[in-house]
């Protein structure tokens, strides 16, 4: 009797056991569902409300106590008309995208969908105000990061480009679908070029006796390999193919910036926002800040912002990413500097 009752009891806490380890996995997996899902929120941001926040936060630190409440007072008054001019007459709308650039252009995600969120409401008489920062990366997402500013253009709803920092290569190829391009002086533009850079490790395979085996089916499937002997043919091959990427390049800029004598900033080389402004890359020197400060006196400025939270594999898989990416931006960066002081 006693033996049977050990083995019940064994076999009740071997249960216990097994419901208790299945309830947790559940209560994981059920976890690990819910924070995998995306969540997706459009923010908008007033940014009239920010400046006049702005402004009178310093009125009030500077100005003489009387002054401060004149200074209101004027506020009031100037709302008040505001307002009233509203309600008779709608003024213009300027939307704000922000889009921070990579290799991959993985921002496109969050523009394209701020983008049909404009769309659904701003018509030719708005603006949207794209403030870029992009030195470039590959042809087919900058490409399609691209053709989503044209759909604003094709809307008719003027479009223009601000470019404090760098727009570059893939960026500029964005920049130059604007109606319009500002940059600060010190930016950094054009790049108007196309770039493949491979090791090849063939000899040091051939030094430790590794052979490499490809095969292919179609005589161009692949031209340059990395631990492969690259022929001259293949070589030739690629050449061909970054000359025919350049011509379309080429001609996407002529398209849109008709103006730009192309053969002359089609080389590769980048400038600073002060020549390219002689070469017409851009239309004027003035920062996105100076921009909207202005505009905000005649305008509703609203900031438009697209998040989607995102599961833990792509955070894993992105924080990789920004990482290779980081590191080949500041290499990029220390570059452009060396050649700038040297």
């Known amino acids: 009797m006693t033996e049977i009752l050990m083995q019940y009891g064994l076999f009740f806490a071997k249960t216990v056991t097994l419901l208790i380890v299945a309830s947790v996995l559940i209560v994981l997996f059920t976890s690990y569902s819910r924070r995998g899902r995306k969540l997706e929120i459009l923010e ?23 002054e401060f409440k004149k200074a209101l007072k004027e506020e009031k008054a100037r709302l008040k008309l505001e307002k009233k001019s509203t309600e008779q007459e709608r003024r213009k709308r300027v939307f704000i995208l922000n889009f921070h650039g990579d290799i991959k252009a993985t921002a496109v995600s969050c523009l394209r ?25 590959l042809v087919h997402e900058h490409g399609l990061a691209a053709s989503q500013l044209q759909r604003i253009r094709d809307r008719k709803i003027p479009l223009t480009i601000a470019v404090d920092k760098v727009a570059a ?8 679908v604007g109606n319009r391009i500002i940059a600060a002086p010190f930016a950094v533009l054009g790049s108007i070029g196309v770039l493949v850079q491979l090791p090849n490790f063939h000899r040091l395979l051939n030094q430790h006796g590794i052979e490499f085996e490809q095969i292919k089916a179609g005589e161009f499937k692949r031209t340059i390999t990395l631990f492969g002997e690259n022929t001259d043919k ?23 910036r008709p103006g730009v004598d192309v053969t002359r900033v089609a080389t590769g080389e980048h400038w600073h926002a002060t020549k390219a402004l002689e070469l017409e890359l851009v239309d004027e020197l003035l920062t996105s800040d100076d921009y909207l400060l202005a505009a905000s006196t005649n305008a509703d400025l609203y900031e438009i912002t697209y998040t989607a939270k995102k599961t833990l594999p792509e955070r894993v898989i992105g924080s990789f990413q920004s990482t290779i ?18």
């Open 325 to 342: 990416d980081d590191t080949l931006t500041t290499f990029w960066q220390r570059l452009t500097q060396a050649r700038l002081f040297s």
């Open 169 to 176: 290569s893939g960026g500029y190829m964005m920049a130059c």
């Open 234 to 256: 293949e070589r030739a091959k690629m050449q061909e193919s970054l000359e025919d990427v350049h011509v379309q390049f080429k001609e996407f800029i002529a398209n849109y």
């Open 113 to 137: 969908e701020e983008i049909s969120a404009i769309l659904s409401l701003a018509t030719p008489e708005d603006e949207v105000l794209v403030r870029l920062e992009n030195a470039g990366g």
């Open 44 to 66: 908008v941001k007033n940014l009239n409300s920010k400046f006049r926040e702005m402004g009178l936060v310093m009125k009030h630190g500077v100005l003489a106590k009387n």
